[in-house]
């Protein structure tokens, strides 16, 4: 097997995160597309896994900075192509992310994790964090 080259994508790339990012999110590939770009304003990047040339495995982040916990970077939607897991992709794509937090002088890396992923981040060094997670939903008008 080749080896695991991970990289910012570029944005004329979203379209292609888009194949891998579908087998988590239910969006299509053109809310997809406008989301990205959106997001791209306050810092987000699509980062991408290629083996021989073939994006396999994409994740977003987003550089933030809380009171709380002070400078951190949130992952957000890490997908491995199904065909591709558990072949160190995924491993891939959070030493890429710890070391770009490390690059910027942040203090830890953040995510939400599906429950059947919990034990994939806890392997890799994730503790679920004390503090609970509340949401509140806002209507519109």
Excluded: W
């Excluded at 999110?25 to 699509?46: C, K, N, P, S």
């Excluded at 830890?108 to 609970?132: M, Q, T």
């Amino acid at each position: 097997m080749s080896a695991c080259v991970v990289r910012r994508l570029e944005t004329s790339e979203t379209v292609s995160a888009y194949r891998v990012i579908s087998q988590l999110r239910t969006l299509d590939e053109d809310a997809f597309v406008r989301a990205v770009h959106r997001q791209m304003f306050a810092g987000y990047e699509l980062v991408g896994a290629f083996l021989a040339g073939r994006l396999v495995g994409v994740m977003g982040t987003r550089p933030v900075h809380t009171l709380a916990r002070g400078a951190f970077l949130h992952i957000d939607d890490l997908v491995v192509d199904e065909t591709h897991r558990g072949q160190g992709i995924g491993r891939a794509l959070i030493a890429f992310a710890e070391q770009d937090a490390r690059s910027r002088e942040m203090s830890a890396l953040f995510l939400d994790s599906r429950d059947i992923a919990v034990p994939f981040y806890e392997n890799l060094g994730f503790g679920l964090y004390k503090s609970p997670s509340m949401r509140k939903p806002v209507s519109r008008g």
